[in-house]
């Protein structure tokens, strides 16, 4: 089996002010947000962090708990941005598994049991071209439609959790 080329950390309300001028760096190197402003009130949702065999950070998501008018419940939104030279890492879906099981850990020890589950909205065109599945199987994420833009959206309900 081949080794993962990169190492993933959970910071999850654990930011140093450190940490937080890296990731602030990070993201407007690849415009990935569009002001300092902007990156430094996105902080306090990080959860995970890649980082190369060098420690170099390669990846970010994050997640925020919001209300979901339609579907009447709350739901944790992750978001990941990975550097384009990593992008066939599949990070991505890795940050997706760990934020999934990380909240789902937490909601069924009862310490956050606001949030009934995960709700992403997927821009990528590769993504929303190829994986078509109403079920995701890696995942189990469900689709259960698109936005205006046409995002896929798409929830994993916990384990447990009650509409």
């Known amino acids: 089996m081949e080794a993962i080329p990169y190492t993933l950390s959970n910071v999850w309300q654990a930011m140093t002010p450190e940490l937080g001028e890296e990731i602030?760096?990070?993201?407007l190197h690849h415009h990935a947000l569009p002001s300092e402003d902007a990156a430094r009130k996105r902080l306090p949702q990080v959860c995970l962090i890649a980082r190369n065999p060098q420690g170099k950070l390669i990846g970010i998501s994050t997640a925020y708990k919001q209300h979901n008018k339609q579907l009447d419940n709350y739901f944790y939104y992750m978001r990941a941005f990975v550097e384009p030279d990593s992008r066939d890492l599949d990070i991505g879906r890795v940050f997706t598994r760990g934020i999934r099981d990380f909240f789902e850990e937490r909601f069924i020890r009862g310490e956050d049991q606001e949030a009934i589950g995960i709700f992403l909205e997927i821009e990528n065109p590769f993504?929303?071209?190829?994986?078509?599945?109403?079920?995701?199987?890696?995942t189990g994420f469900?689709?259960?439609?698109?936005?205006?833009?046409?995002?896929?959206?798409?929830?994993?309900?916990?384990?447990?959790a009650q509409i």
């Open 24 to 27: 602030t760096r990070f993201w």
């Open 127 to 138: 993504f929303k071209r190829h994986r078509r599945e109403a079920i995701l199987s890696d």
């Open 142 to 160: 469900i689709f259960v439609g698109k936005n205006e833009r046409g995002d896929h959206l798409r929830v994993y309900y916990f384990q447990g």
